[in-house]
Nanobody, 117 residues
Framework: QVQLVESGGGLVQAGGSLKLSCVASEIIFRINTMYWYRQAPGKQRAFIARTGTGASTNYAESVKGRFTISRDNAKTTLYLQMNSLTPEDAAIYYC???????????WGQGTQVTVSS
């Protein structure tokens, strides 16, 4: 079975922080690059961050220095630590997985992040 389950979204005041989690099956976590995307109302789904099966990471310019992607291999869990949140960060955040260098193949259900000003 392939499954990605996000959690941790909610309502936060501007300037605050949230930490998102994504639990994946062991085989998916082991063989795939993991991603975070987000989609705001009226906009296309946008890449936020990536981490490979090793230590490699990559971030969208809009979140560099504020967001941190990490993975816990023992728990087969992906994280996104989000700091200094602004209303522009409000979106549905999606966990995704897929082969390195290709478009993500598997997607979670998404978790809503709302930022109040």
């Amino acid at each position: 079975q392939v499954q990605l389950v996000e959690s941790g979204g909610g309502l936060v005041q501007a300037g605050g922080s949230l930490k998102l989690s994504c639990v994946a099956s062991e085989i998916i976590f082991r063989i795939n690059t993991m991603y975070w995307y987000r989609q705001a109302p009226g906009k296309q789904r946008a890449f936020i961050a990536r981490t490979g099966t090793g230590a490699s990471t990559n971030y969208a310019e809009s979140v560099k220095g504020r967001f941190t992607i990490s993975r816990d291999n023992a728990k087969t869990t992906l994280y996104l630590q989000m700091n200094s949140l602004t209303p522009e960060d409000a979106a549905i955040y999606y966990c995704a997985a897929g082969p390195s260098g290709r478009q993500p193949r598997y997607w979670g259900q998404g978790t809503q992040v709302t930022v109040s000003s």
